[in-house]
């Protein structure tokens, strides 16, 4: 856990920029629908509906406007990155890398605020709904960010403990019940997705290898050709 931002140090940086590409391209995919889908969740947490909870609408708004600002700012610098690296393809990508690290711990914790800015106390339907919509978010954040392990890491912590405290704060058995079970849910998320993401690393690393193999061996066979002609 320590190492986890050391992790691609000694390798090529090849895989780093295929990392980063594949980061940069869920971004652009989930720029608009992560805050449409907080503005859902607030109206039906909102007194408007009041499915799900019966909060003011004006503070519930305050979700989408968070989510989106913090994906606006992920947006941003898969933009700059994107930018930067087709003008300098051989610029430096560990300053990135801690960007994009820095960009997922935003964006999970703007959703880590959805179960305190929607909380509706004394209403169980509505905690569990948001326990819900927390697994749910915590869900496509492993599926979205499993290229790298830090990036994969920074997208669970924020969630995870911000939704740990709030039902820790809660006054019924079922809040205690969810604060104990979220770390342990995101724990298992953790574990499980270990052997996809180390996967993916690896797969990515051999992609170039074998790459840099099969231009050694066309560079050899246009070298030997050449001799045997200058021969004949």
């Known amino acids: 856990m320590l190492n986890i931002f050391a992790e ?13 590409d594949l980061a940069a391209q869920s971004i652009r995919t989930t720029r608009m629908t992560s805050p449409l889908w907080a503005l859902v969740l607030a109206v039906f947490c909102s007194d408007r509906l009041g499915i799900f909870g019966h909060r003011p609408l004006l503070e519930t708004l305050y979700l989408p406007l968070a989510v989106l600002a913090a994906v606006m700012i992920a947006a941003v610098t898969a933009a700059v990155y994107q930018r930067q690296t087709v003008r300098k393809p051989e610029t430096d990508l560990r300053p990135w890398y801690f960007r994009y690290c820095a960009a997922q711990l ?29 697994a749910a978010v915590v869900s496509i954040m492993v599926v979205a960010r499993g290229s790298n392990m830090a990036m994969y890491i920074a997208a669970l912590a924020p969630i995870s403990v911000m939704t740990s405290v709030r039902f820790a704060l809660g006054h019924s058995i079922t809040d205690h019940i969810i604060a104990f079970a979220a770390p342990l849910y995101v ?3 953790w574990w499980t997705g270990q052997p996809l993401v180390r996967r993916m690393h690896e797969d990515a690393r051999l992609r170039f290898q074998v790459e840099d193999l099969a231009r050694e061996l066309e560079e050899t066979r246009d070298d030997a050709l050449r001799k045997r002609f200058e021969a004949e």
């Open 8 to 20: 691609n140090k000694g390798d090529d940086a090849r895989v780093l920029r295929a990392q980063l």
């Open 106 to 134: 935003a964006v999970s914790g703007a959703w880590g605020l959805m179960p305190w800015i929607l909380w509706d106390p004394g209403n169980p339907v509505n905690h569990l709904f948001l326990a819900t919509c927390a």
């Open 187 to 189: 724990l298992q998320m």
